[in-house]
Nanobody
Framework: QVQLVESGGGLVQAGGSLRLSCAAS????????VGWFRQAPGKQREFVAA????????IYADSVKGRFAVSRDNAKNTVYLQMNSLKPEDTAIYYC????????????????WGQGTQVTVSS
């Protein structure tokens, strides 16, 4: 069992930065890939980024590549999403999720989800 709590969301102007955190409980977290997803109003949830259990592998959606960076601190059971050069189209609820069933860190396969944190980017 893994419980996830996201934090760090808020209101920021276009071009600004935010850092989201995903704090986890559960013994399997440090051995699991973690993904970030987002859902904007009226749209389907989409993949944003993911990181392998060791932190050595990362993958990003094309829409955020070069602007966002995912990292993790397994000693703190926390994964971060640094978001720079934010755009109004980044406005969404951001969720973190954990894949405890395989070693892959792609856009699918996640079985535990947090409640989300709102990110709003004003123009």
């Amino acid at each position: 069992q893994v419980q996830l709590v996201e934090s760090g969301g808020g209101l920021v102007q276009a071009g600004g930065s935010l850092r989201l955190s995903c704090a986890a409980s559960g013994r399997t977290f440090s051995r699991s890939a973690v993904g970030w997803f987002r859902q904007a109003p009226g749209k389907q949830r989409e993949f944003v980024a993911a990181i392998s259990w060791s932190g050595g592998g990362t993958i990003y959606a094309d829409s955020v590549k070069g602007r966002f960076a995912v990292s993790r601190d397994n000693a703190k059971n926390t994964v971060y999403l640094q978001m720079n050069s934010l755009k109004p189209e980044d406005t969404a609820i951001y969720y973190c999720a954990v894949n405890t069933k395989s070693l892959s860190w792609g856009p699918t396969g996640y079985d535990y989800w947090g409640q989300g944190t709102q990110v709003t980017v004003s123009s």
